[in-house]
């Protein structure tokens, strides 16, 4: 008789169901969530009956540095249930290496910290969800995922809300247990499953893991490549969910730059409130909103011809602002939210624009259409010569197939009180508009700015495959043509080859005043295409996890069809073992201005004048150290071209990290600008020492130093936050700029704000 056990076992290899006693997770695996029957305690300790009788999610794949092998420390995740708290626990299998933990401040750096963590897609539409994440000290992270969680951007932390945790570490192992509210988060009961997806960062072992076996090029907690939590018992229907935070501000400030010396203080009062209209849907209004506490920009030194878009960090415009943030492309977005409330003086330091009252609509209707809607009105501020302004921005999307969605908006922004002759209370950017009668300019009145725009985006289910177009009109007083902007965009990828090449134009005309149109000033109207190519290889090296070579180009063309911008960057990048990167570039950039700029100082250098051509080569190194170093750094460096002369840029941040308590970081630019003669030879100079100290898992102060002699000025921000409650903080803010010659004081500001998070 023939043994038949050795052609079973090879038959079960085969199919993938025997490889040392697991199966392998594919997309779309099922984990049950079932009703909790007894009470749940945070402790680190899975002892209760329903975590003994929990549906596991287990037998965790490796996805980096290589994605074809299973974990080797196992992590299982379990769920659970009852009437107020969504359950979540994580047993993380590990031995004593010691874990890194940069900081106990709340939303932390995810890739230098070790970590465990699961996104929740509760409108089951494979886009749209909530991510929670801790690490091996307890330290917790919320946000909100966008766009299946498929790019860097579909991730973001500033949504805050209140949840519990508790870890506790082992020999062997950490577990953590988590417990978030219902009410904390939008979502929906009259469906049976949600998206789910888990990993789990090892950065003492560069390592990434997944619940579902991802391929190395894509992301882990993307939802594509997630499962699904189905509910056994029906999931609990929403309750009353309003919460109030009210705040008190008390302020004194000094400034030195004006005859006499100004000197002022203030009480403040306001409050936001955060309206569940539905489950899935959410009011949050403002009131005489202050922010005050919201850490200052890191500065830049700007040597190209564009405006530099800084990031929002403002809590009240980040819930659901992708509606609004990914509409258009880089190079013409119908909406930007530092628009509002926002504004940069003479010395090109952004200052607060008073803000009345805000109203943001925002949420998913049902699992196929998402809504946002926001009304700002701000105050009027004529030390920057702005009057006050209303913001109207809506977003409609409606979601088709799999992981694909059209988006329609629509933006207005009215300016109140701003009549003919007053350009010189009102001399902000766009507020007066240059029109020519007959032989004569005379300034005119913008009272109002439209856009109306249409976003497209089509991704493939296995996510290779990504398509993305845009047209925008805009409307004013002014131009009634030529005021479109439209982009098509394509991209395919796989495990070693990439790429994606796409067209886009803006017209003459066209005007987005609450968007960011960076080159609205550079060029009359402007068309091109760009696009990449990479390469990956993994070499079967102990020292390189992957590398290989890419090409960038870009080209832009304005109306006539002449080229007036062109460039080339041919790289190579390495990823090693020990987690640093190293980077190489050879680019070439080739330029024929339509418009003439100074980079140095116009009233003692030439400038480079519209119509003439520049062509130059440069060739720039980037590398980044090993993180899990409690020392460690990046340096960016570049010589070569530029313009009529050479520059030579070195830039990056050195850091230390006393763990878990504390980081001090040295951040710096610096270009050494050799121009002819009569153009300029300049050392340009930005350095930003950075100490951020976490004394517990509730007080931080961060102390920040800038010093830009672009600027010439020194900017000091200390900021010590007290979250005495979940939610609720106290701040002390100290603000301060001086001289760099003597380090006299120009002005100062000292900020005491309280904040209380209120469920009604």
């Known amino acids: ?22 199966s392998q997770n594919e997309p779309g695996t099922e984990l049950h969530i079932k009703k909790a029957t007894g009470a749940i305690v945070l402790d680190g300790v899975l002892d209760e009956a329903d975590w003994l009788k929990a549906d596991v999610a287990d037998d965790w794949y490796a996805n980096y540095p290589v994605d074809t092998l299973r974990a080797p420390f196992q992590t299982e995740a379990r769920f659970a249930f009852d009437d107020e708290f969504f359950y979540a626990s994580f047993v993380c299998y590990d031995d004593d290496t010691p874990d890194i933990v940069n900081s106990l401040r709340r939303d932390f750096n995810y890739d230098l910290n070790d970590n465990v963590g699961f996104a929740i897609g509760p409108y089951n539409d494979k886009l749209n969800g ?25 991730f973001s932390t500033f949504w805050d809300n209140k949840w519990y945790s508790e870890v506790v570490r082992y020999e062997d192992k950490w577990i953590a247990e988590m417990a978030i509210p219902f009410k904390s988060f939008r979502y929906r009961s009259d469906v049976s499953e949600w998206n789910i997806s888990m990993d789990r960062w090892e950065l003492k072992r560069n390592r990434k893991t997944s619940w579902i076996r991802t391929p190395i090029q894509f992301v882990t907690a993307s939802f594509p490549y997630g499962g699904q939590l189905v509910w056994d018992d029906p999931i609990p229907p929403s309750k009353t969910n309003i919460s109030f935070i009210p705040y008190i501000t008390a302020n004194t400030s000094t400034d030195k730059e004006v005859d006499p010396v100004d000197r002022n ?29 919201v850490e200052v920009d890191d500065q830049i030194i700007n040597l190209t011809r564009f405006e530099f878009q800084f990031p929002e960090r403002r809590q009240f415009f980040l819930e ?67 009057p006050a302004q209303n913001y109207t921005v809506a977003a409609l999307q409606r979601n088709f197939w799999a992981q694909s969605n059209l988006t329609l908006s629509f933006v207005n922004k009215q300016s109140f009180g701003v009549e003919a002759g007053d350009s010189t209370k009102f001399f902000s950017n766009n507020v007066f508009r240059e029109v020519q009668v007959g032989n004569r300019t005379e300034l005119r009145p913008n009272t109002y700015n439209r856009v109306v725009s249409l976003d497209l985006e089509m991704t493939s289910k296995d996510t290779k495959w990504y398509h993305s177009s845009f047209i925008a009109k805009s409307f004013d007083d002014f131009n009634a043509r030529k005021n479109l902007s439209g982009l098509a965009f394509g991209s395919y990828s796989t495990r070693t080859f990439s790429a994606f090449t796409g067209f886009s134009f803006i017209n003459e005309f066209f005007n987005a005043e609450a968007g960011f149109v960076p080159s609205i000033r550079v060029y009359p109207g402007q068309f091109g295409f760009f696009g990449n190519l990479a390469y990956q290889i993994f070499p079967e090296n102990e020292s390189i996890i992957r590398m290989g070579p890419s090409l960038d180009f870009n080209h832009t063309y304005i109306p006539g069809g002449t080229n007036t911008d062109r460039s080339y960057t041919l790289g190579y990048r390495f990823e090693f073992n020990n987690a640093s990167s190293l980077q190489l570039n050879f680019n070439h950039v080739y330029q024929r201005l339509t418009n003439s700029f100074n980079l140095l100082d116009p009233d003692e250098f030439t400038g480079f004048l519209e119509g003439e051509e520049y062509d130059w080569n440069a060739f720039s190194i980037n590398y980044r150290s090993n993180p899990r170093k409690k020392f460690f750094y990046r340096v960016n460096s570049s010589y070569g071209g530029f313009y009529n002369g050479e520059n030579f840029n070195l830039s990056g941040e050195i850091a230390y990290r006393y763990q878990p308590y504390g980081n001090i970081a040295l951040r710096f630019d610096f270009n050494d600008l050799r121009l002819p003669e009569n153009y300029g030879q300049e050392q340009l100079f930005l350095i930003g020492p950075r100490i951020d100290l976490t004394f ?25 936050q007290w ?22 004081s120009k002005n100062r500001a000292l900020v005491l704000k309280m904040t209380y998070w209120l469920n009604l």
Request: aromatic share 12%; no cysteine; charged share 15%.
């Open 696 to 720: 517990t898992d509730e007080i931080f102060l961060t102390t920040y130093v800038q010093y830009n002699n672009v600027l010439d000025n020194v900017n000091l921000n200390a900021r010590l």
């Open 130 to 154: 909530f991510f929670f994440v801790i690490t091996p000290a307890g330290v917790q992270m919320e946000g909100t995922v966008t766009g299946g969680g498929t790019g860097g951007d579909s």
């Open 265 to 293: 203080s203030g009480f403040q009062t306001g409050f936001d409130a955060k309206i569940a209209v539905t489950p899935s849907l959410n009011l949050d209004l403002t009131v005489n909103p202050d922010f005050s506490q």
């Open 723 to 744: 979250r005495y409650q979940p939610a609720s903080d106290l701040f002390i803010v100290y603000t301060e700029n001086y001289l760099p010659e003597d380090f006299g």
């Open 320 to 386: 659901n602002s992708d509606l609004f943030d990914l509409a258009g492309f880089p190079r013409a977005r119908p909406f930007f939210s530092r628009r509002v409330g926002l504004a940069a003086d003479s010395s090109g330091l952004f200052r607060q624009v008073p803000i009345a009252y805000g109203a943001r609509l925002s949420g998913s209707l049902n699992e196929k259409w998402r809504v946002n809607v926001l009304n700002m009105q701000t105050k009027e501020e004529t030390s920057i010569g702005l």
């Open 1 to 22: 008789m023939v043994n038949a056990r050795p052609i079973l076992i090879l038959f079960a290899a085969l199919l993938g169901v025997y490889s040392n006693g697991y």
